[in-house]
């Protein structure tokens, strides 16, 4: 392979990879539904781990286009979703397509500058879930302690990831993504009140970003403060 093809190839899985990041315009709408069926395992493995028996209000955080939002409801119609998002595209898209849920005054969805304070008071949440957004976060336990601020006593963190074993095999994950295994994340909360109250591990076969079929394990990691 010759130096430009080297450099094309780089530059490609680099757009790749700031798509998955904070995916942007009509490429970004189409990585937002790429995204919404390669991850709807890991998103309802979340959901199936919520408890959302007494749950008046859950926060998302990296919702994308928020295509699974019906799976949320169907789980539990009383509640209060709010997503927040990076991406203004993800944003507009979210909102067209969970109309229904804004017009009912069940979800909103909030733009933000993703820096590691959240643009919430404190207290207001029963339960925060993210979904493959670890990888881009530029302070984990920074971030990790601000949405405790906003949890209610008693809430928890679901995160839900891939795990560093798988995805370092995938080719654009050298442009701006820190991978994690789950005993990465047990160790940063080592020092800290926060604890992974369970873990649960999953493998699924998926297509990858760059359309090969591999098998995916994650994590989906509940987090709560030590009592």
Known sequence: MSIDEINDKNETLA????????????????????????????????????????????LEIGHG???????LFDRSNDLHYTGIEISETMSLQAKQIN????????????????GNVLPFDDGIFDRVFTVNT?????????????????LRPGGSLLLTFAHKDFMEKLPFVKF????????????LLKSTDFSIAEAKE???????????????QFSVLTIRRKV
């Not at 286009?65 to 799976?71: C, R, T, Y």
Request: proline content about 3%.
């Open 134 to 150: 670890l990888y881009f976060w530029e302070a984990p336990l920074a971030f990790i302690t601000d949405v405790f601020r906003v």
């Open 202 to 216: 999953h493998a699924e076969e998926v297509k990858s970003k760059t359309g090969e079929l591999v098998v995916r």
């Open 65 to 71: 286009n928020a295509g699974h939002l019906k799976l």
């Open 15 to 58: 757009k790749i990879a700031a798509q998955l990041s904070c995916p942007d315009r009509e490429e970004g709408i189409a990585m937002g539904e790429m995204m919404d069926e390669t991850n709807i395992g890991m998103t309802l493995a979340t959901l199936d781990n919520l408890s959302l028996g007494q749950v008046n209000s859950v």
């Open 176 to 187: 701006g993504f820190r991978l994690y295994n789950p005993n990465d994340i047990a160790d």
């Open 99 to 114: 109309k229904d849920f804004i017009t009912k005054q069940k979800a909103e969805f909030v733009l933000y500058n993703g």
